[in-house]
Nanobody, 126 residues
Framework: QVQLVESGGGLVQAGGSLGLSCAAS????????MGWFRQAPGKEREFVAA?????????YYADSVKGRFTVSRDNAKNTVYLQMNSLKPEDTAVYYC??????????????????WGQGTQVTVSS
């Protein structure tokens, strides 16, 4: 089992920045890919960004956040981060971190992740 706890959400104006953290406990953190997903009201959960277990420098992003968001991980602290800059109202959602062992093809698929945090709300006002 892996337990995940997100923190850092909140309310920010458009153009602002927020940083999210996700602390993991349980099994060996470095063995897992860590993904960030988000879900807005009435919409399906969507992929945001991920960092892999096979290379800390290998990251993946949704096209909608590329160039604005940065995902990183600190295996010594069992923590994954999501730095969000130039936020837009359409970034408003509940953000979840997830842990799993997806393949490169599966890295963007929520179903490929086994463990999920409780989510943290991010609200961007216009």
């Amino acid at each position: 089992q892996v337990q995940l706890v997100e923190s850092g959400g909140g309310l920010v104006q458009a153009g602002g920045s927020l940083g999210l953290s996700c602390a993991a406990s349980g099994r060996t953190f470095s063995n897992y890919a860590m993904g960030w997903f988000r879900q807005a009201p009435g919409k399906e959960r969507e992929f945001v960004a991920a960092t892999t277990s096979w290379s800390v420098s290998t990251t993946y992003y949704a096209d909608s956040v590329k160039g604005r968001f940065t995902v990183s991980r600190d295996n010594a602290k069992n923590t994954v981060y999501l730095q969000m800059n130039s936020l837009k109202p359409e970034d408003t959602a509940v953000y979840y971190c997830a842990a799993g062992t997806p393949s490169r093809i599966q890295i963007r698929a929520p179903a490929a992740y086994n463990y999920w945090g409780q989510g943290t709300q991010v609200t961007v006002s216009s």
